[in-house]
């Protein structure tokens, strides 16, 4: 399965920047590297279906840390539908896929889901998360 998917037509600057956004994203995610977090503006908001909002690095940090004690999650597919340059941010819609796997049993289940993320380009030019909110999406 492919790990990234651009779909949308921006700019070759904005593709760059996008797609260097995702494969940082992509393999601190898949190694359950907390320092995923660092990717984000200090200000961010993450929200998704069936868990609170979280506010911050350190909410953030806090809920991947107890997460990944007892899963491996992997992003599998992650496919940016459409993207709005507006100033220093990105608008992105788009979808989705993890593999959760229980380390102690290896029972798989996927998490397939729709996104609106909001990416903010920082001081030296590089995209930060700054919004995001998952929408459950089962596979068809």
Sequence with gaps: MVAYRLEATVSKEVEAGLRTYRKREREAYNASDLRMVDNFCSDVILASHGLPTMNGHEEIRAFFKKLWVEHHAAM????????????????????????????????????????????????VGDYELFREAALDNPAS
């Excluded at 459409?82 to 798989?108: H, M, N, P, Q, W």
């Design 76 to 123: 599998e597919e992650v496919v940016d539908e459409t993207v709005y340059e507006a100033g220093d941010l990105l608008i992105i819609t788009g979808r989705f896929r993890l593999k959760i796997t229980v380390k102690a049993s290896g029972e798989v289940t996927y998490d397939n889901g729709r996104m609106l993320v909001v990416l903010k380009r920082n001081a």
